[in-house]
């Protein structure tokens, strides 16, 4: 199985089209899975928690509730994280 992974990695890079449409057949058909990739690539620092909000539409305070409730930590925000947000603050603003 690690081999289709491997793959699908590869695709990625040369045809990000196709994955891309993988994803949004993933997130249609099967939310549930969708979700835990998304929560999976936050617990791995891969996107913070307000990508991961973005990514599942929904607020940053209703996942972050919903993580406490599964007993997964919410990370302290880093600097990366912080000035991100701030600027996509200052995007939506003008």
């Keep these: 199985m690690a081999w289709v992974l491997d793959e699908l990695k590869k695709m990625g890079e040369i045809q990000p089209e196709v994955i891309n ?44 509730n919903e993580l406490k409730e599964k007993g997964i930590p919410i990370r302290a925000p880093s600097k990366e994280d912080v000035t991100a947000e701030a600027e996509a603050v200052k995007r939506w603003e003008d």
């Design 21 to 64: 449409r993988l994803i949004s057949e993933i997130r249609s058909s099967s939310p549930e899975v969708y979700k835990s990739l998304v929560i999976g690539a936050y617990v791995d620092r891969k996107i913070n928690l307000s990508k991961a909000a973005e990514l599942l539409g929904i607020t940053r305070i209703e996942l972050q």
